[in-house]
């Protein structure tokens, strides 16, 4: 991600890829019990007590929002073939491919209750057609035995997956189980894609995942990324997204930034509505290089080892009445220890905000209505100086803002003036913080320090040489002059503020005070438990 000092590393997105061929949510299936867990899955450990995503404290400012707990009990399918689908034999292995390899475009196909195989080959996955639509009876699961890499690939639109268990696939590092090939206009829905390596789940132009549990996959729950162009118009609404990296791959690959409970990458519209992402090691929502009008609202975001909420490289969003709630408890704690005084947040907004000029539902970043409660750290705004197109420093390379099409453009002496100047890097600014609620309590979170910080900050520029952007140009402007407000808002708790750069630490006043004038109509009440 786009730390402070040569900005993110660059990742692997897709992989190489082999194959054979605010709202009213409507948040159903609530239950009270946990998830529970397959016999046979790794129990993920890291040695930190966390906290349990499950329960609502006493004392909390507001009663719990209801949360989609589908993991446990989803939607059973029908007991009873739909009229005119084909029976898939959970006794036959490869029936399910066969099966739909011998049928027609549009086919429905009911799995009967069991589990069902594919062929003992690693490529032997399902290849739809275009229409297809896959239905799980009651107790149905499609089970890769750790043999399969794929359950569902291919590049056929509109397939639709329902009331079904994926699980036991292994997937390589970067590629998905379901919808492999990412493909456009999935429906998934009242499923569960669980136990898997890799990604669970992968994304295309226009897919649907609702009312589904995306549990316990070794890489992500679901990598939003397509090979070429932009991925458009996504919707995740009323799923549990929980206990995903569970190989733990920040480690395998330290800075890797390859992991997420969910990872978006240049998205152009995407809803995220009503999910509980929660206990995920590392961070819950990961948005990267060139996402564009995300609407991130109504959500609980808890217990993640890391950033409830990472917006890196990105543009215009809307980030409003969700529950944040407990996370970076691993990775922030993990930070102060090693003695790093940068502001790790809960909510990271990295080079990104608002941007008139790529069309979306908004031009601004805003962030209101939110309740944060016992996490560490609050909400980060930071501006890499060394981080734009064409540095040698952006480790993302390759990739440029969506302002300049011709990253070569992004060099000496043009990018020393208007219009490159601004348009060669990625910008926070526009990011509008407002009517959310801070509440802190250390003794809850357990740190005595770097636990209770909100900044807006930027490194010293340095690097390469011919950058236009040493010194203190960028931490300047992304402090003072690039429209970066927050107001409006409750703040209970030691709280700490971080301005231009990590050295200055300020009190409310200060603040609030000249040069910053920050939160204006907010109030600070120090309502420390510790």
Same mark, same amino acid.
């Given at each position: 991600?786009?730390?402070?000092?040569?900005?993110?590393?660059?990742?692997?997105?897709? #992989?190489?890829?082999?194959?054979?061929?605010?709202?009213?949510?409507?948040?159903?299936?609530?239950?009270?019990?946990?998830?529970?867990?397959? +016999?046979?899955?790794? +129990?993920? @450990?890291?040695?930190?007590?966390?906290?349990?995503?499950?329960?609502?404290?006493?004392?909390?400012?507001?009663?719990?929002?209801?949360? =989609?707990?589908?993991?446990?009990?989803?939607?059973?399918?029908? =007991?009873?073939?739909?009229?005119?689908?084909?029976?898939?034999?959970?006794?036959?292995?490869?029936?399910?491919?066969?099966?739909?390899?011998?049928?027609?475009? #549009?086919?429905?196909?009911?799995?009967?209750?069991?589990?069902?195989?594919?062929?003992?080959?690693?490529?032997?996955?399902?290849?739809?057609?275009?229409?297809?639509?896959?239905?799980?009876?009651?107790?149905?699961?499609?089970?890769?035995?750790?043999?399969?890499?794929?359950?569902?690939?291919?590049?056929?639109? =509109?397939?639709?997956? %329902?009331?079904?268990?994926?699980?036991?696939?292994?997937?390589?590092?970067?590629?998905?189980?379901?919808?492999?090939?990412?493909?456009?206009?999935?429906?998934? /829905?009242?499923?569960?894609?669980?136990?898997? %390596?890799?990604? !669970?789940?992968?994304?295309?132009?226009?897919?649907?995942?609702?009312?589904?549990?995306?549990?316990?996959?070794?890489?992500?729950?679901?990598?939003?990324?397509?090979?070429?162009?932009?991925?458009?118009?996504?919707?995740?609404?009323? *799923?549990?997204?929980?206990? *995903?990296?569970?190989?733990?791959? /920040?480690?395998?690959?330290?800075?890797?930034?390859?992991?997420?409970?969910?990872?978006?990458?240049?998205?152009?519209?995407?809803?995220?509505?009503?999910?509980?992402?929660?206990?995920?090691?590392?961070?819950?929502?990961?948005?990267?290089?060139?996402?564009?009008?995300?609407?991130?609202?109504? *959500?609980?975001?808890?217990?993640?080892?890391?950033?409830?909420?990472?917006?890196?490289?990105?543009?215009?969003?809307?980030?409003?009445?969700?529950?944040?709630?407990?996370?970076?408890?691993?990775?922030?704690?993990? %930070?102060?220890?090693?003695?790093?005084?940068?502001?790790?947040?809960?909510?990271?907004?990295?080079?990104?905000?608002?941007?008139?000029?790529?069309?979306?539902?908004?031009?601004?970043?805003?962030?209101?209505?939110?309740?944060?409660?016992?996490?560490?750290?609050?909400?980060?705004?930071?501006?890499?100086?060394?981080?734009?197109?064409?540095?040698?420093?952006?480790?993302?390379?390759?990739?440029?803002?969506?302002?300049?099409?011709?990253?070569?453009?992004?060099?000496?002496? !043009?990018?020393?003036?208007?219009?490159?100047?601004?348009?060669?890097?990625?910008? @926070?600014?526009?990011?509008?913080?407002?009517?959310?609620?801070?509440?802190?309590?250390?003794?809850?979170?357990?740190?005595?320090?770097?636990?209770?910080?909100?900044?807006?900050?930027?490194?010293? #520029?340095?690097?390469?040489?011919?950058?236009?952007?040493?010194?203190?140009?960028?931490?300047?402007?992304?402090?003072?002059? &690039?429209?970066?407000?927050?107001?409006?808002?409750?703040?209970?708790?030691?709280?700490?503020?971080?301005? &231009?750069?990590?050295?200055?630490?300020?009190?409310?006043?200060?603040?609030?005070?000249?040069?910053?004038? &920050?939160?204006?109509?907010?109030?600070?009440?120090?309502?420390?438990?510790?």
């Amino acid at each position: 991600m786009g730390l402070r000092g040569g900005g993110s590393v660059r990742r692997a997105r897709g #992989g190489p890829r082999r194959w054979t061929a605010a709202a009213a949510l409507a948040l159903a299936l609530l239950v009270t019990t946990g998830c529970d867990s397959e +016999p046979d899955a790794t +129990p993920r @450990t890291n040695g930190t007590t966390r906290p349990d995503a499950r329960t609502q404290p006493e004392d909390s400012a507001e009663p719990s929002r209801a949360v =989609a707990r589908v993991c446990a009990k989803p939607a059973t399918g029908p =007991a009873k073939a739909p009229s005119g689908a084909v029976t898939v034999d959970a006794a036959v292995p490869g029936d399910l491919a066969a099966k739909t390899k011998a049928s027609p475009a #549009g086919t429905t196909f009911w799995l009967r209750p069991g589990r069902h195989r594919l062929d003992a080959d690693r490529y032997a996955q399902v290849v739809p057609k275009e229409g297809n639509t896959y239905v799980g009876a009651p107790g149905a699961v499609l089970d890769g035995r750790r043999t399969n890499q794929y359950a569902f690939g291919g590049t056929a639109r =509109a397939v639709t997956l %329902s009331h079904l268990t994926v699980q036991g696939f292994v997937a390589p590092h970067d590629e998905g189980v379901v919808n492999h090939d990412s493909a456009d206009g999935w429906v998934i /829905e009242h499923s569960r894609i669980q136990f898997n %390596s890799g990604a !669970g789940l992968m994304a295309g132009s226009g897919q649907q995942v609702r009312s589904s549990c995306l549990r316990g996959n070794g890489q992500y729950g679901m990598n939003a990324y397509k090979g070429s162009g932009q991925l458009r118009d996504l919707v995740l609404e009323g *799923n549990e997204i929980t206990d *995903n990296n569970r190989h733990d791959w /920040e480690r395998k690959r330290p800075g890797c930034g390859c992991t997420g409970g969910v990872k978006f990458w240049a998205v152009d519209g995407a809803d995220v509505r009503g999910n509980w992402v929660h206990d995920n090691r590392g961070t819950g929502l990961w948005a990267d290089t060139n996402n564009n009008d995300f609407v991130i609202e109504g *959500n609980v975001l808890e217990g993640n080892d890391g950033a409830a909420l990472i917006y890196e490289t990105s543009y215009n969003a809307v980030v409003r009445d969700n529950t944040i709630r407990r996370n970076n408890w691993v990775e922030g704690r993990r %930070s102060a220890e090693r003695g790093d005084s940068f502001p790790f947040a809960t909510v990271y907004v990295s080079e990104s905000g608002g941007e008139p000029r790529v069309k979306a539902r908004t031009d601004r970043f805003e962030i209101s209505g939110n309740l944060f409660e016992d996490n560490w750290n609050a909400i980060t705004l930071w501006e890499n100086a060394d981080r734009f197109c064409n540095s040698p420093a952006n480790t993302s390379s390759g990739d440029c803002t969506l302002l300049v099409e011709d990253i070569d453009r992004c060099a000496r002496p !043009g990018i020393a003036s208007a219009p490159l100047y601004s348009d060669c890097r990625w910008r @926070t600014q526009r990011v509008d913080i407002h009517h959310n609620r801070f509440l802190l309590d250390k003794s809850v979170v357990d740190c005595a320090r770097l636990c209770d910080r909100m900044a807006v900050l930027a490194n010293y #520029g340095t690097y390469p040489d011919w950058s236009p952007y040493q010194g203190e140009r960028v931490a300047e402007a992304v402090t003072l002059r &690039q429209r970066n407000r927050w107001h409006d808002n409750v703040y209970v708790g030691p709280w700490a503020f971080v301005a &231009q750069d990590v050295s200055r630490v300020l009190d409310f006043a200060g603040w609030q005070g000249a040069p910053y004038r &920050q939160d204006t109509g907010s109030t600070l009440r120090d309502g420390d438990g510790g």
